[in-house]
């Protein structure tokens, strides 16, 4: 009996000490999942400001277009320097990680249909894109070779370690250095994304750094607010493409304000006939997304009309397909 006591006792201590060295395992880079190198949760948001300019990125919802899953994301740059209206730029995006590990986007266009899915990172070669297909989930110390038009212009060296984010925890990253003329590197870091964006060693600019974030409810950092004088506020008034379009039955509309005021947003057919009125009151300067339903309409065009009390208005085609 007391020899299997000893046993018991001996193979509990083996036990423990196995699970606490399992426990110690230093997480490396190369053993995170490409989609936790940029986490595409819906509410996730980042805020980056780089020399000149500044970024902003929002997941807003899950789509699917042409059986293909994305996820909507609402994109902000303004020019940080330049007197009002600050030269700003809002769009969205569809993107994905594919299950090669490359990040991908298509791009509205300013008539609401998509451009051709490409990699995330066109880098700029003597100002000409070069769409490289770059897999988060490449190793460290990967050397990937960059082709254009047969040609090979360069190479992306994958590198990576352990470093602290902006709340001081240590984390796993990856930076793809692009060994071209502009010499530009991405970084990204494990559970928050994007850390660090282009740059250009011929022009000696500096990477657009991130300064804030929201990343699966964590928070970290301060976003640009819309205080009045502020630089980072966004002076512009815009309706985004919807998304996604065509559709069936259902929309989003994203609309931005730069100040607050009286909005209407309304919805008609092809006869030029009312058929929705989806906002139709006083709000604050901001970045809006109303849900157009277009359920017991028929299929067919309509109209979306953003309108201001100034007089001001904008529109954006919309394809109802059943």
Do not use: C
Not at 14 to 37: H, K, M, N
Not at 127 to 134: K, M, N
Not at 221 to 246: H, M
């Amino acid at each position: 009996m007391r020899i299997t006591h000893r046993l018991a006792l001996l193979l509990f201590v083996v036990l423990l000490a196995t699970s606490t060295a399992r426990a110690q395992e230093p997480v490396t880079p190369d053993s995170i999942a490409a989609e936790r190198y940029f986490p595409l949760q819906i509410g996730n948001h980042w805020y980056y400001e780089g020399f000149g300019e500044k970024y902003e990125r929002r997941v807003l919802r899950d789509t699917t277009v042409s059986d293909t899953a994305y996820v909507v994301m609402w994109n902000r740059t303004w020019n940080a320097y330049a007197r009002p209206p600050y030269d700003v730029r809002t769009y969205l995006t569809l993107t994905r990680i594919g299950a090669d590990g490359v990040r991908y986007v298509r791009r509205y266009r300013e008539d609401g249909t998509l451009e051709p899915e490409m990699a995330a990172e066109p880098s700029m070669v003597y100002r000409t894109p070069l769409p490289v297909l770059v897999p988060l989930n490449a190793a460290i110390n990967d050397t990937i070779p960059l082709y254009a038009d047969g040609s090979q212009w360069g190479y992306v060296h994958v590198q990576g370690g352990l470093t602290a984010a902006l709340d001081g925890r240590m984390k796993p990253y990856k930076r793809f250095y692009y060994d071209l003329p502009e010499a530009q590197a991405y970084v990204y870091m494990a559970d928050i994304g994007e850390f660090s964006i282009g740059g250009s060693g011929l022009y000696n600019i500096p990477p657009a750094a991130l300064v804030a974030y929201t990343v699966n409810g964590v928070t970290f950092g301060t976003f640009p607010t819309a205080v009045g004088g502020d630089r980072t506020r966004p002076e512009t008034f815009a309706l985004l493409p919807a998304s996604p379009n065509p559709f069936n039955p259902t929309t989003q509309i994203g609309y931005d304000l730069s100040a607050v005021g009286r909005v209407r947003l309304e919805i008609f057919d092809a006869l030029g006939r009312r058929v929705r009125t989806l906002v139709d009151e006083t709000k604050p300067a901001g970045s809006y997304t109303a849900t157009f339903d277009g359920a017991g309409l028929p299929s067919g065009l309509y109209l979306a009309r953003l309108s201001l009390a100034d007089g001001r208005s904008l529109t954006r085609r919309l394809s109802l397909v059943k």
